[in-house]
């Protein structure tokens, strides 16, 4: 699932080279953490965060699809 969103990210910055996914569990939830450059900030959230919660919401089937109980994207820096 962190190549899924590494992924989408390059597919949609202008500098796919700074783009980092980070992994962390606890429990039984599975944190994604995506940084971008500062300059692409604007264009992963998009307007209202509507592509940032789309990309949440690839990420929930994949989670399902593979039997992860819960998965969780956070954007920032």
């Known amino acids: 699932m962190k190549e899924l969103i590494e ?3 390059r597919a949609i ?3 796919p080279d700074e783009v980092k ?6 429990g039984d939830t599975v944190i994604y ?3 971008v450059a500062e300059s692409d ?3 992963v959230i998009g307007k209202q ?3 940032a ?3 949440r919401a690839l990420l929930k089937v994949a989670a399902a699809r593979r039997g992860v109980r819960r998965a969780s994207l956070e ?3």
């Open 7 to 9: 992924y989408i990210a």
């Open 13 to 15: 910055v202008d500098n």
């Open 21 to 26: 996914v980070r992994e962390e569990e606890q």
């Open 33 to 35: 953490y995506l940084e």
């Open 41 to 43: 900030m604007g264009k």
């Open 49 to 51: 965060g509507r592509i």
């Open 53 to 55: 919660n789309a990309i």
């Open 75 to 77: 954007i920032g820096e």
